[in-house]
Nanobody, 125 residues
Framework: VQLQASGGGLVQAGDSLRLSCSAS????????VAWFRQAPGKEREFVAV????????FYADSVKGRFTISRDNRKSTVDLQMTSLKSEDTAVYYC???????????????????WGQGTQVTVSS
């Protein structure tokens, strides 16, 4: 599966930004799709996931209420709508997919074998 993340950029605190992840896979509905991010000097961390086959979404506490993950299986895309951005949201954002994660592991980086190249989000305060 090939993934392409896009939509990053430089914004000001309080602004919104929409990231998109497009996949080469036609049977996209069978994948859990997650967004992770990595800030300079920090470990990569989970941001949000949308489960396969119309399953639920989960968010990191740090973005809950501000970020929304959604998918369009016909287009094989997953979007991450980010609002009320903060300087601490500055990071490279990665999308990743898996078919095999169980519920307890969907927030774990190691559950995802396929990754996009990342898109930079910079929030100036």
């Amino acid at each position: 599966v090939q993934l392409q993340a896009s939509g990053g950029g430089l914004v000001q605190a309080g602004d919104s930004l929409r990231l998109s992840c497009s996949a080469s896979e036609r049977s996209f509905s069978r994948y859990d799709v997650a967004w992770f991010r990595q800030a300079p000097g920090k470990e990569r961390e989970f941001v949000a996931v949308i489960r396969r086959y119309g399953g639920p979404t989960f968010y990191a506490d740090s973005v809950k209420g501000r970020f929304t993950i959604s998918r369009d299986n016909r287009k094989s895309t997953v979007d991450l709508q980010m609002t009320s951005l903060k300087s601490e949201d500055t990071a490279v954002y990665y999308c990743a997919v898996t078919q095999t994660a169980i519920l307890s592991s969907v927030t774990m980086e190691r559950s995802y074998p396929y990754w996009g190249q990342g898109t930079q989000v910079t929030v100036s305060s």
